[in-house]
Each structure stands twice: as structure tokens, then as C-alpha cells.
């Protein structure tokens, strides 16, 4: 009995520090079924011991199926059991959240703090989302952190090229009102194309992109993400509190609900600094921003016209005239339309589609265009005739011709 007392309370004291059942198992060296049976007694115990009912009651399904599925951010949780009615406080909710929750194990690592304008933090970070059709795609979100505020900005993309990043970056020094000294980032393909002895060898659009927009780009460590680890950190939080029970028609809607979420988190407390971000983004000092020209340019994307006359745009289909085939051209979103540009000329215009899959034909797309038919050359082609011609000869001809062939 003594000894089922206290496998009873060394369980309760493993659960309190956040093992789960799997580590109190190795820890203890018992059965799960074991770990599992006594952690049941202790929650009904501890429900049976509450004479009042819980505001959690109702709830608790729904929070099970949210745990089950790997959500333990508690803030998640909470904004959406506060959509189908939930009035408690969130200290509830993390009291029975806790004892499900994994335990964090990390590694030491040293703070580093930046002076106010010195530095921001990008990095890429793929998350996952189901589709109309049902079928699992990959998200690209390019997360960047100013690393004296922690004021945060997140945009999801359809790729990771170097027209998405440079693109995504221009949008965030707008959001934050002008631009960092320098910026730090991994050693992605797009920023880096070599590391050698003498340093970094840097792409050259992104190289140019830094000297315009008056920033000094900046590489981490290898295999030391923790050298960022403040957007490190950013890219974890989106993927934990913000994506968890999201829905969304299309990546603009998307994007427009991470903008207003980042909104949220920047005018709230920060864990680390213990200040609002947004506030402390006023004594950031960073550089002005360039011209809007300047920027306008870096929001341009390069497509290459299919034969049949189309441009693929976050999965749906824009039709170019017939005279663009096999050409590259540029491409941007000016409000609600995509222009599609060719040597200073707008071959096309249309309003900007969701739907992915979607074909988006353009009027008179095939007007005047020649017909094959005729483009194949004459030595492939068999002509008809009214009938074969013969020559007429005498029959003199040949008779001289057998007199000459027997001699």
C-alpha cells in the first residue's frame, strides 16, 4: 500500500513538471497502462474534489482533440473555444492543458541583444495545408523579427524563389517604416551562393537588392540556428499559435489574417523584453525607406509564356496573345488585376483569381494567328494532278531507237 502510495505521487510530481505518459514510463521503469490508470484517478479525484462545475465543462472534448492532434498552445485553444462560447479565463484551460503537455528539453544558449535599428532576423519557414482537394501542400512563410522590438512580420508566398523574398522583405519594411542596418539570415540559395575563405559570396540580385534598399546582409552561423534565434523563435510561434484550426479561400485571405495576427502579437507584451512591440519599434531609428519607384520595382515577378499562350500564377492559368509564346515576361498584382508586361508593353491584364487550377482566357487571345497548315513546307507534301501526261512520239523514233541498241 505504501509503495502504490508513492508510485501514486512520484506520477503526480512527474506530470506536474510535464512528462508525458511515454517518459514517466522509462523514467519509473512501469507499464504505460500503469502510468496511464493512476493518471486517470488523479484527474477524477481531482474533478470529484471541485464541488463547483468548471467553465471548462462542454469544452473538454473539443480541447482533447486539439491536444491529440499536437496543439498545446493554450492561446490557440482559447480564441477558439471563445468562438462557440467559452467565457472562463485562460488559467483554467493551462491547468489541464499542463499535465498532457510534452516536456521542452533545450540547449543552453547564450542572449544576444542588438541596439535599437542595428539588426532584423529573416528566415523561411514551410508549414502545411490542406487544399479544396484535399491533398496536403507545402506553405512557404517568411517570417522576419526586428531583433531590438520584437516586432514581427509574416507573409506566406506560393514559392521560395528570389522574386518572393525580395518581394516579401520590401513588404515588411514598409509594415516596420523603414529598414534595418543590417539583416541576418541562414544560408539559403537565394542570399548565398558560396561560403569561402574569404567569406560569403553572396547572390548578386540579392546583393544588389542590400545596396538599394541600404541594408547589410549578414549570414549565421552553420548549423547554428540558434544564432537567430529570435525569428527562430517567430517561425515556431506562427506555426503554434497562429495556424492551428485556420481556415482560408486563397493566400491573400491567408496573408490578410497574418497581417492582422501580427498586428495582435505587436501590440502585446512580449515574453523577453517585457515591453510592447510596436511601442518600442518607435525608438528602432531605422533607415527611411526608398523611393516608392524603388520598391514598385522588386514587386515585379518573371514568367515564361507556354506555347499555347499562358503564364502560370499561384497555380492558375492567365492567357497572353499568341505573339508572346516562348517569351519571358513581367508580372504583378496592381490592386485587384495581374499585369503581365514585355519590354515596357502591357500585353495583359486580368482580375487576380483564387481558385487554383483555374484557366483565365484572354479575349481575341488567338486573333490572326497563322495556321499550321500552312506553315508546312513544300517537300513534305504530295501534289494531285488531273491525270499523268505522256510525250507523243512517231513510231520512226522507235524503230531508230532498237536499230542503235542491236548494234
Not at 495545408?129 to 512580420?153: E, H, Q
Request: aromatic share 10%; glycine share 8%; charged share 25%.
Amino acid at each position: 500500500r505504501m509503495k502504490r502510495s508513492g508510485t501514486v505521487i512520484r506520477i503526480r510530481q512527474l506530470a506536474s513538471e510535464g512528462q508525458s505518459i511515454r517518459q514517466i514510463s522509462r523514467t519509473m521503469d512501469i507499464a504505460r497502462n500503469t502510468v496511464r490508470k493512476h493518471l486517470r484517478s488523479i484527474y477524477e479525484a481531482d474533478r470529484a474534489k471541485s464541488a463547483k462545475p468548471s467553465k471548462l465543462d462542454g469544452y473538454r472534448d473539443f480541447i482533447d482533440k486539439q491536444v491529440e492532434g499536437g496543439n498545446y498552445n493554450c492561446e490557440n485553444i482559447l480564441l477558439q473555444i471563445q468562438r462557440i462560447g467559452y467565457t472562463g479565463k485562460i488559467s483554467i484551460l493551462k491547468d489541464y492543458v499542463r499535465p498532457q503537455r510534452p516536456a521542452k528539453r533545450m540547449p543552453a544558449v547564450m542572449r544576444f541583444e542588438t541596439a535599437p535599428g542595428q539588426q532584423a532576423q529573416m528566415d523561411w519557414g514551410i508549414v502545411y495545408c490542406i487544399d479544396d482537394r484535399g491533398m496536403t501542400r507545402k506553405l512557404p512563410a517568411l517570417v522576419i523579427v526586428l531583433g531590438n522590438s520584437r516586432a514581427m512580420y509574416a507573409e506566406f508566398t506560393s514559392r521560395c524563389d528570389e522574386d518572393s523574398l525580395t518581394r516579401c522583405m520590401v513588404n515588411s519594411f514598409e509594415y516596420f517604416g523603414g529598414v534595418p542596418r543590417e539583416v541576418l539570415t541562414d544560408r539559403m540559395k537565394t542570399v548565398l551562393t558560396a561560403y569561402g575563405d574569404k567569406g560569403p559570396v553572396w547572390h548578386r540580385r540579392f546583393e544588389d537588392f542590400a545596396a538599394v534598399m541600404g541594408f547589410i546582409p549578414k549570414v549565421c552561423r552553420a548549423r547554428r540556428p540558434q544564432t537567430k534565434g529570435k525569428v527562430e523563435r517567430g517561425v515556431r510561434f506562427l506555426k503554434e499559435s497562429f495556424l492551428p484550426g485556420r481556415c482560408f479561400t486563397n493566400l491573400d485571405e491567408l496573408n490578410g489574417q497574418v497581417r492582422h495576427w501580427c498586428d495582435t502579437q505587436n501590440n502585446r507584451i512580449h515574453g523577453s523584453t517585457g515591453e510592447v512591440p510596436f511601442r518600442k519599434l518607435e525608438q528602432e531609428n531605422l533607415l527611411p525607406l526608398p523611393s516608392a519607384e524603388v520598391r514598385s520595382a522588386y514587386r515585379w515577378q518573371t514568367r515564361k509564356v507556354s506555347k499555347d499562350g499562358f503564364i502560370s500564377y499561384e497555380g492558375v492559368f492567365y492567357g497572353v496573345p499568341w505573339q508572346y509564346s516562348g517569351k519571358e515576361v513581367n508580372v504583378r498584382i496592381a490592386g485587384a488585376c495581374l499585369e503581365i508586361w514585355c519590354s515596357g508593353i502591357l500585353a495583359a491584364s486580368h482580375r487576380k483569381e483564387s481558385v487554383s487550377g483555374k484557366i483565365v482566357w484572354l479575349e481575341g487571345q488567338y486573333r490572326d494567328i497563322p495556321d499550321a497548315g500552312n506553315n508546312i513546307g513544300a517537300a513534305m507534301m504530295a501534289r494531285m494532278v488531273e491525270q499523268h501526261k505522256v510525250e507523243d512520239r512517231p513510231l520512226s523514233a522507235y524503230a531508230a531507237f532498237a536499230e542503235v541498241a542491236y548494234d
